[in-house]
């Protein structure tokens, strides 16, 4: 007995590809979806990644107080997420090189920089030599895996 038949898999797929990257990467609505309800879980789902980035960076989602769920949306938009941590130091660049990183923020980028190694792309590997970085007004020194802050960012 036979079920009831619906699109070839290769077409069904392609449907739900089309979906997801409208729902996480900013894509074109696919056709034959309402547009209001795929704009609720889409805005749902930068919450929650939000949320997530929050858990991993919360001295940058701190220093943007209110604003930083609507920072954040507003940033990962039209971005497939890499994972929290990989999206928050994302952010944070992005907001450096904007000169709009805040204090809290610039401190724990500072942190984690001198820590791992992140190019943007690869996954972050942990330092194992001494390491400074510097971030808008905040060093961080790495020495045998400890960091101090030797200068906080100016609040």
């Not at 401190?107 to 792309?121: F, K, S, W």
Request: charged share 20%; hydrophobic share 45%.
């Amino acid at each position: 007995m036979t079920g009831p038949t619906g699109p070839p898999p290769a077409t069904l797929a392609a449907r739900q590809a089309e979906l997801v990257a409208a729902l996480v990467a900013g894509g074109p609505l696919p056709p034959g979806f309402a547009p209001a309800p795929v704009a609720a879980a889409r805005r749902a789902l930068l919450r929650k990644r939000a949320g997530d980035v929050a858990r991993h960076w919360p001295l940058l989602a701190a220093g943007l107080g209110p604003d930083w769920t609507a920072t954040f949306a507003g940033w990962a938009a039209d971005r497939p997420t890499n994972g929290s941590l990989r999206d928050g130091w994302d952010l944070a660049r992005y907001l450096r090189d904007r000169g709009s990183l805040p204090p809290l923020g610039a401190e724990e980028l500072a942190t984690r920089d001198a820590t791992a190694r992140y190019d943007g792309h690869a996954a972050p590997r942990p330092r194992r030599l001494p390491a400074v970085a510097r971030t808008g007004g905040a060093v961080a020194v790495q020495v045998a895996g400890r960091v101090r802050l030797l200068r906080p960012a100016d609040r």
